[in-house]
């Protein structure tokens, strides 16, 4: 379409320049034929008055029924001198008496001279009866068409007697006028083309551009907010440049609306679960990890929510910032945090982890004048490539039960919880190790280390 309407108004263009044009070259032809007939009709008129001085007559011979034209005391019957002007400028010369053609070098379909044949009445108006030089475009004269100049002449008393035409057929001007007509329209007809090539390359190229900015689009309108533009297209310097920049900006805060959690600015539950689902579908191997602010509900019930709020920020800072590397990390909901470890397996995971808990327990979050330092309890397990995500995330939430019923601040890792149709058993050995780091005394429950201390008034 973006072709189409750029090139119909340059053909609608073309052909009005080569109408334009045959109207302009004919009527500027017809001007100099018009001249040059004029010039040659005075030529011979001058030509006639200095060779035979007197007025023109007519002479009839009753007897054999013949008319002569007389100028002076001289009869002119030889056509010598106009036969020998169309020889060399191939115009036709015709001297009228009056309205009658009397001598002529124009001939009819059988090589006949027309003459003794009477000149149009529109010719007699104009030219006799008017007494002036005039130009006509279309005369017939023996089944021909012809550009006529007639110039007429006057007797000594200023009586017009007749008139001299000087003629050229119709068919040699139209001739010279579609060739140079035809000439131009194939110049035109060459240059829209060139035109034509320039702008479907120029147009193209922007089509192509359009075309991936709306398979972008497409992409974000079903709900893909992770697509890339093309950067072909991103680095335009042009109205589609900004077009793309302000469509990449939209993109970047449709994400953070929806994809991110409004309060910690980390993945939300939906984000956390489609990308989860994905790394399955893909069926690279993966851990997951559930993990729970220990004793949460008591920091909101003692400072307030928006201590609550400060330190859920922190944390998933916390996470965010281990996890980029590796993986992510989201907000499941309230105190609880979702995380990926993408292509690690089991034990690099909970090494991952128990540098998580590590950061956390020398971390003190400022909120307004108490200090605050919280804890967190993680189960992790291997995920299944191709398996049901929400088996994958019940195994995690269940080690991360197992890890808040037997003394938080720890990581409990699924494979070491052995269970009957429900029951869950405690492996001291295998739990030992998973809970390495976590304390001095793994068995025993540990109190949240919420720590607060008032600042110091100035």
């Not at 893909?282 to 997951?288: A, E, F, R």
């Not at 909120?367 to 330092?373: A, E, K, L, P, R």
């Not at 993680?378 to 939430?397: F, H, N, P, R, Y």
């Amino acid at each position: 379409m973006f072709l189409s309407h750029t090139v119909l108004p340059l053909i609608i263009l073309g052909i009005f320049i080569v109408v334009l044009g045959y109207v302009m070259y004919m009527h500027g032809l017809q001007t100099e034929v018009e001249r040059g007939l004029g010039s040659v009709a005075r030529t011979v008129l001058a030509t006639y008055d200095m060779n035979y001085p007197g007025d023109y007559n007519l002479l009839t011979d009753e007897k054999n029924n013949v008319a002569y034209l007389r100028k002076g005391d001289v009869i002119l019957d030889d056509t010598a001198f106009i036969d020998e002007i169309k020889r060399e400028t191939g115009i036709d010369i015709t001297i009228f008496f009056y309205n009658m053609r009397m001598l002529t070098t124009i001939t009819d379909e059988k090589g006949e001279r027309v003459t003794m044949t009477l000149a149009h009445d529109m010719v007699v108006d104009r030219v006799l009866k008017r007494g002036t030089e005039s130009f006509f475009s279309r005369v017939i004269v023996g089944g021909n068409s012809y550009f006529v100049e007639y110039v007429p002449f006057f007797s000594e008393t200023g009586v017009c007697l007749g008139m001299i035409a000087a003629a050229k057929p119709s068919d040699e001007v139209a001739r010279l006028v579609n060739n140079a007509v035809l000439s131009n329209t194939m110049l035109i007809i060459a240059g829209i083309i060139l035109v034509v090539v320039i702008m479907r390359r120029c147009t193209m190229d922007i089509v192509r551009v359009l075309g991936k900015m709306s398979s972008f689009l497409g992409d974000i309108s079903e709900g893909n907010l992770s697509t890339q533009l093309d950067d072909v297209v991103f680095s335009r310097q042009d109205e589609i440049g900004d077009m793309a920049r302000f469509t990449v900006h939209v993109q970047g805060s449709l994400r953070k609306l929806i994809e991110r959690d409004a309060l910690t600015g980390i993945y939300n539950r939906r984000s956390g679960a489609m990308r989860m689902q994905r790394i399955i579908d893909d069926g690279q191997p993966y851990c997951v990890a559930m993990a729970d602010i220990d004793y949460f509900k008591k920091v909101n019930d003692t400072y307030g929510h928006d201590a609550g709020d400060e330190v859920l920020k922190c944390v998933a800072r916390l996470l965010s910032d281990t996890m980029r590397k590796g993986g992510f990390a989201a907000r499941w909901g309230g105190e609880e945090f979702l995380m990926i470890f993408e292509n690690m397996e089991i034990e690099e995971s909970t090494a991952v982890l128990y540098g998580i808990l590590d950061e956390l327990r020398k971390t003190q979050i400022d909120c307004s004048d108490v200090v605050i330092s919280v804890t967190m309890s993680i189960g992790i397990a291997t995920g299944e490539t191709g398996g049901d995500m929400d088996v994958q995330l019940k195994k995690a939430d269940d080690a991360l039960y197992y890890a808040k019923s037997h003394g938080r601040d720890r990581i409990i890792r699924a494979d070491f919880i052995s269970g009957d149709e429900g029951s869950i058993e405690f492996d001291d050995d295998r739990y030992g190790e998973a809970s390495k780091g976590a304390g001095d005394d793994v068995d025993a429950p540990k109190r949240n280390n919420v720590r607060n201390r008032k600042r110091k008034e100035s």
